[in-house]
């Protein structure tokens, strides 16, 4: 079911989202880099955090969309894509609250999208990659075909057709959307594409998958149970 939002007048081209959850000593700085560098409006989606990260934004100057109730990395970005489809975004760029993320990445990550090459682009670190991501990463492409060397880099670019799917009612119980998003957009028929960037290491918190070998088999377990049942959006 695609979607029917209203629209309203685009506010401009690109819109940065960022899902957050208690990353009060990280996010001014990371709404501040992205403002220095781009003219463009961040919105940051507090996942309702426990402690200033709402606060910490505003004085940065992201526009904030307060959750009431926590709804997951997924949930908090899908709030996003619903709010960039609503305001006429073209191009909506996903990066992390920890401060993973460089700014200066974010031009690499639209110019693919700028120049019509692709409806997805990821900001692809393959260096990042310990021994648990690799693992994870190898046999999640063989599950779903992706030819995509880092599928779970947060940092990504998406383009308007490509923010209007994922804002369908079909999205709506997504969990772990950094696999399961690449592959409903590829069964829909749109364009992925990776550019390297660099990352930097967490200044706090830890992966929610990567930080355990115990997280890691449970996200695979659940990921490949997802693709083997054959959901109707998957290839």
């Known amino acids: 079911m695609r979607n029917s939002l209203p629209q309203e007048r685009s506010r401009g081209p690109l819109v940065v989202l960022i899902p957050a959850l208690n990353e009060a000593s990280t996010i001014g700085r990371v709404v501040g880099e992205v403002k220095a560098e781009l003219d463009c409006e961040v919105v940051v989606i507090d996942d309702a955090s426990t402690d200033r990260t709402a606060e910490e934004a505003r004085i940065a100057g992201a526009t904030v969309l307060p959750l009431r109730l926590p709804l997951g990395a997924w949930g908090a970005i899908r709030t996003g894509m619903c709010y960039a489809f609503k305001h006429g975004y073209h191009v909506a760029v996903t990066m992390d609250g ?40 190898a046999v999640l492409r063989k599950l779903t075909s992706l030819r995509v060397e880092d599928l779970t880099s947060g940092l990504r670019a998406y383009n308007r057709a490509a ?17 399961v998003v690449l592959v409903y957009l590829q069964k829909g028929g749109l364009k992925i594409a990776e550019t390297p960037v660099e990352m930097c290491s967490r200044i706090s918190g830890h992966s929610r998958i990567f930080h355990s070998w115990v997280a890691v088999l449970r996200y695979l377990l659940v990921t490949s149970v997802l693709c083997l049942s054959r959901p109707k959006f998957m290839p």
Do not use: M
């Not at 920890?98 to 409806?119: C, F, M, R, T």
């Open 163 to 179: 923010i209007s799917e994922l804002t369908s009612s079909d999205t709506t119980l997504f969990d772990y959307q950094d696999i």
């Open 98 to 137: 920890d401060g993973q993320h460089l700014a200066s990445s974010i031009q690499s990550v639209i110019k693919p999208i700028e120049s019509e090459h692709a409806d997805v682009v990821i900001g692809a670190c393959v260096e990042r990659g310990n021994l648990a991501r690799r693992v994870a990463w």
